[in-house]
């Protein structure tokens, strides 16, 4: 058998990943942070012994959560990252030459050194000159901030367990609007469609307290429980997915390797057992 | 912990489930066989330590196996199903009224024993007037057919090791190429688009020995490894997603937990790593 990590959730299920090695291993203020270096997907990030992002998948991710809302927006320029201190999604917002002014909010020091460190393609987008890190609680960041002042904000957020509670909570959601101008947009990580109901109506509602419009949206992680994950857009206006900027996403659809023209607007068919959950 | 089923998968990723009860453990001519009572999924069918079905996530795989074939021929009435021998494809199929004759061939008898007594919602569907079940090996099944016969080949297996193997040969696919009438259609399952490129290449090259028109399809199978699942559509003439049947789909729909109108046409939508793959 040898080395293996293995991630349980709910004590339900498993997933487990043969390891070469433990690259990094140490506690933050926050949270237990660990690099291993798997057979499968290569090097991989756990916070709190939960897959955060694996070198081999990781593009899916940080490719949907950023790149859809960017696309669905006017015309961005001021982007608020909450969470997301590994780089990837600033990583990817950079390639849009319209956003002048990214601000990540990160509470986690620890996270944002150890990204620079072995997620190097990812972290070192945190030093652009167009990127401000704030080490800080996205939940006071976003409070404290002034109306309408942003056009995007990204809740890069790891589980509403543990350190990422408060980025579900009604109150943050209630700050998130006022921060953005009148046509702003949001996106959440939501977890997994298969995930249980419960959890599944807490984010919707939650969301729901801050935005009337909201549109959810899938892809397929291998290394996220259950396979597939979700994300929730959400607006004062309504969202229209078919009305995504071409031109903005020609620039930028030739390095990427998840989403291409079809895939920016069939991300949001849902299938049916999701559908029923998001829209009741 | 308590008693917990893994699948391991290439020596390097495992899928572990909380088990309640292992209700069936056998070993048939061909493979063993079992039936465990998970907390996350319920029932799941074991076919060589390998997860088939789940009673909580069967409803993707059959649902896109059948329906998209279904509503994408011109008028199918006599459809062939190799492997399938849980009965779960056969039940989609029967609820369209202009399939009027289904022979399903299972190389393996207790399958379909186990099945009718553990999951009879799949199982009893291979009672249905208009089906015949044959026991034995499908390559010999096709290769024996008549040219022409067949509006819809539907190839229900297992992976491409142990008893399936013959099921990703050339040869296979050049006989239900042949026993197609000239608007026929071929489906089969091939695998997560996160497996390696030579598996990923081999289906491919297979298929193609029979087919000169390829369309491939996504969806999410929580208990599948890595999560994301891909089939594949064969025939003689192009295939045109879009053009699907919709009143025949519309007889359906009412019914189905994963599929809509939305989706029939948004599976065909490949992230790019694996639309290269399946074009190169």
């Not at 009337?212 to 290394?223: D, N, Q, W």
Request: proline content about 4%.
């Amino acid at each position: 058998m040898g080395l293996w990590f293995t991630e349980i959730e709910d004590n339900e299920i498993s997933y487990g990943y043969k390891t070469k090695d433990v690259l990094f291993s140490s506690r933050s203020e926050f949270q237990t942070i660990k690099i291993i270096d798997t057979l499968a997907y290569g090097k991989v990030m756990l916070l709190d012994d939960l897959v955060m992002l694996t070198e081999s998948d990781e593009f899916v991710y940080h490719e949907v959560i950023s790149h859809i809302p960017v696309c669905l927006h006017k015309s961005p320029e001021k982007v608020v990252v909450i969470g997301g201190g590994d780089g990837g999604t600033v990583r990817e917002l950079l390639k849009h030459q319209c956003i002048k002014d990214i601000t990540l909010c990160e509470i986690d020091k620890m996270v944002t050194d150890v990204s620079k460190e072995f997620f190097p393609s990812l972290g070192k987008a945190l030093e652009d000159d167009r990127v401000t890190v704030k080490i800080g609680d996205g939940v006071a960041y976003m409070k404290d901030m002034g109306a309408g002042e942003v056009d995007l904000v990204i809740v890069d957020s790891t589980d509403p367990i543990g350190p990422g509670e408060g980025l579900f909570c009604k109150e943050f959601y209630r700050s998130v609007a006022s921060a953005l101008k009148d046509d702003g947009l949001m996106v959440c990580q939501s977890e997994s469609p298969w995930h249980s109901t419960a959890m599944l109506h807490r984010i919707r509602d939650n969301v729901a307290a801050g935005f009337e419009h909201r549109k959810s949206y899938i892809a397929g992680i291998p290394t996220y429980p259950r396979g597939t994950w979700s994300w929730t857009l959400a607006a004062k206006n309504p969202i229209f997915p078919e009305e995504y900027n071409r031109s903005r996403f020609d620039q930028v659809k030739a390095g990427l390797k998840y989403l291409n023209d079809g895939m920016m607007v069939s991300v949001f068919s849902l299938p049916n057992f999701y559908q029923d959950q998001v829209s009741q």
